[in-house]
């Protein structure tokens, strides 16, 4: 007798364990500040770890609102706050939308790609010494920051395989 295999569960589970080991972690981290992660922070920082990219702040209300119909505009609005407050999630400026921090709590935060297409986002690592460079030109520019978060606009490796012509004519051999 044939049983389906188990290896579509296993992968399933594994990214479930994934995001449940970041929301302990958040939650380990919030605890420590003397915070507290509600039910509807957590919630809105499963959603988005669950997307994997950025978000706009109506499909998280909209996502919530099918789990918890009461759910208003403030309330995530506020969940967002915090969460941005407490460096777990960034904005991303140049589409609007919200996405998690690559290192939830480890607070060193890195330079944003963003796909303006899609809204994936890379977080790459910053080299600490090309933030001191940056930041002491600012600061001789007489700017005082309203964020640290430096923004790349780009377009992902999916969605430039997408626009890729010459993959569209090996899908579609017609004439
Ligand atoms: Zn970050
Ligand atoms: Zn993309």
Avoid: W
């Avoid at 991303?92 to 790609?113: K, P, R, Y």
Wanted: hydrophobic share 35%; glycine share 4%; proline share 4%.
């Amino acid at each position: 007798m044939n049983t389906p295999t188990n290896d579509a569960h296993s992968h399933a589970h594994s990214s479930a364990d994934a995001l449940q080991a970041a929301v302990t972690m958040a939650d380990d981290y919030c605890r420590e500040r003397g915070q507290k992660l509600t039910p509807i922070r957590r919630t809105v920082l499963e959603l988005l770890l669950a997307s994997g990219r950025a978000t706009k702040a109506y499909t998280l209300l909209d996502e919530m609102r099918a789990m918890h119909p009461n759910a208003s505009p403030p309330t995530v609005y506020r969940a967002l706050d915090f969460l941005l407050s407490a460096g777990l999630i960034h904005r991303i400026e140049s589409i609007n939308a919200f996405t998690v921090c690559h290192d939830l709590t480890h607070c060193q935060h890195g330079v944003l790609i963003v796909c303006q297409q899609c809204g994936r986002v890379t977080e790459l690592q910053q080299q600490q010494q090309l933030r001191q460079t940056l930041m002491s030109q600012v600061e001789a520019s007489g700017y005082r920051l309203a964020g640290d978060d430096i923004e790349l606009k780009g377009i992902c490796p999916a969605c430039q395989a997408a626009e890729d012509p010459s993959a569209h004519q090996h899908d579609h051999a017609s004439h």
